[in-house]
């Protein structure tokens, strides 16, 4: 008997995620919050390997690979193609010489015979190593042409698919394939990059983040984000088995853990504007309680240098909760 989906998804199983992926559940979410009107330029990674393995697809919407660093930059082709549809169509149907040239960035595909099929979505999306390292170049440029897409990272701290490597993204301390602790290093030695202050800096029109550990939240940012025209920042943080060292069964609770220590601040931005933030709860949950459950920091519990560590760690939480009154 063929396997029957308990539920309907535009991102069918089959793909070879781990047990667990922070981010083929995030990747799920968004493909449905953005519904089946949907293009999808995607960067490789995780999230496209277990997803596309040749002849097969988990996806249900047009979905098109791109290169490592190139996501938004085949985005940028899309979009180029459908206003040229658009204004064909448009010719088309007017039947006259001078048709009015659509010059709005608006997304708009048209059906074989030429005729408008409604407002279509447009996503870039990629992993950290894709967003905050290799593609930020292009990403930039999308952004300054103030384009009509939504980047999605799936931010899950390193560079996961090629075997742990630390990215621009990576937590301080964290142990990865390149920042591994020893005698004279206690993992990583730089500080995450501000990803959401360069999208601000570009004046995109709503920059948010999220976590795998409300996916609610995640659909709704989404949605909201694909209501407004412009250039638009979605970055999730996504928990990785293999590359934070975790249990498949706390995937959710350590992306949680994130939000509520403030190390991870939920934040929502609207045209510059701070409009959300995720509260966390009273009292707060200590990072030490974050960080314990994930391999990649056990070495921060072995002895006073590690427990310096944490604490350092506990101070960049106590400022994220100053900085964007969490509490
Ligand atoms: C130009 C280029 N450099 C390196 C690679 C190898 N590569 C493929 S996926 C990947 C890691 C992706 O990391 P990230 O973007 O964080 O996504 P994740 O796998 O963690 O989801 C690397 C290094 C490549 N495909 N192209
Ligand atoms: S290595 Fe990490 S990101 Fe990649 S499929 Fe496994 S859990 Fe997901
Ligand atoms: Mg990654």
Redesign the pocket.
């Known amino acids: 008997m063929p396997y029957q989906m308990p539920f309907k998804s535009l991102l069918t199983p089959g793909h ?3 047990a ?5 559940l995030a990747m799920r979410h968004v493909l449905d919050a953005a519904g089946a009107n949907t293009i999808i330029a995607g960067a490789t990674g ?2 496209e390997v ?1 997803t596309s393995k040749y002849p097969t697809s988990s996806f249900r919407v047009p979905w098109i690979h791109a290169n490592f660093e190139n996501a938004s930059a085949v985005a940028s082709g899309i979009l180029a193609a459908m206003r040229y549809r658009c204004n064909e169509a448009s010719k088309h149907r007017s039947n006259e010489s001078k048709a009015q040239e659509i010059s709005e960035p608006v997304n708009q595909l048209t059906s074989p015979e030429g005729a408008p099929s409604g407002s279509t979505n447009l996503i870039a999306w990629g ?1 950290d190593g894709a967003t905050f390292d290799i593609g930020l170049g292009l990403i930039s440029g999308s952004w300054e042409r103030r384009e009509n897409i939504l980047y999605v990272c799936f931010d ?1 701290e390193a560079y ?2 090629t075997g742990v490597q630390a990215s621009g993204s990576t937590p301080i301390d964290a142990n990865t394939t390149t920042s591994e602790p020893g005698a004279k290093s206690m993992g990583n030695s730089l500080q995450k990059k501000d990803m959401v202050r360069i999208a601000l800096a570009h004046d995109c029109v709503y920059v948010a983040t999220a976590t795998v550990g409300n996916v609610l939240d995640i659909e709704a940012k989404v949605k909201k984000a694909l209501s407004m025209t412009g250039p638009k920042y979605l970055q999730i943080l ?6 934070w060292y975790t249990d498949a069964k706390d995937t959710i609770k350590v992306a949680r853990l994130a939000q509520q220590t403030g190390i991870y601040p939920v934040v929502e931005y609207v045209d510059g504007k701070l409009v959300n933030v995720a509260k966390c709860p009273r009292p707060r949950s200590s990072v030490e309680e974050y960080l314990k459950l994930q391999g990649r920091f056990k070495h921060l519990f072995k002895d006073e240098k590690g427990a310096t560590e944490i604490k350092r760690i506990q101070e960049k939480a106590e400022e994220n909760v100053r900085k964007y009154n969490l509490q």
């Open positions: 070879t995620a781990c667990g992926c922070g981010e083929i995780c999230g277990t992993g899950n996961m698919n996504v928990t990785c088995v293999p590359g």
